[in-house]
Nanobody, 119 residues
């Protein structure tokens, strides 16, 4: 199982970035996909989640209206479009895959990609 994030980097306040997470080794379309982030000294927090077929999304309060999560099940990839970035968005962003089947939860994590918002 692999989740490989990409697209992070340094961006000025007000700028945009698009993160990608390429999945392999499991049935991608059977998993809800999420983006989390963790800033130094803070707990990991949920940024956005999208259901298996992409029919439903949910966002953390701090990113609503600025970030958009999407997925392409034909490419086994989930995306996070981040607009109007703020310095407080600086964090390591992690991709997560989760499914519950027969009472068991499977959870996979990527290695993370750094996003730094600074002038």
């Amino acid at each position: 199982v692999q989740l490989v994030e990409s697209g992070g980097g340094l961006v000025q306040p007000g700028g945009s970035l698009r993160l990608s997470c390429a999945a392999s080794g499991f049935t991608f379309s059977s998993y809800d996909m999420s983006w989390y982030r963790q800033a130094p000294g803070k707990e990991r927090e949920l940024v956005a989640v999208i259901t298996r077929a992409g029919g439903s999304t949910n966002y953390g309060d701090s990113v609503k209206g600025r970030f958009t999560i999407s997925r392409d099940n034909s490419k086994n990839t989930v995306y996070l479009q981040m607009n109007s970035l703020k310095p407080e968005d600086t964090a390591v962003y992690y991709c997560n895959a989760r499914t519950v089947a027969l009472g068991f939860t499977r959870n996979y994590w990527g290695q993370g990609t750094q996003v730094t918002v600074s002038s």
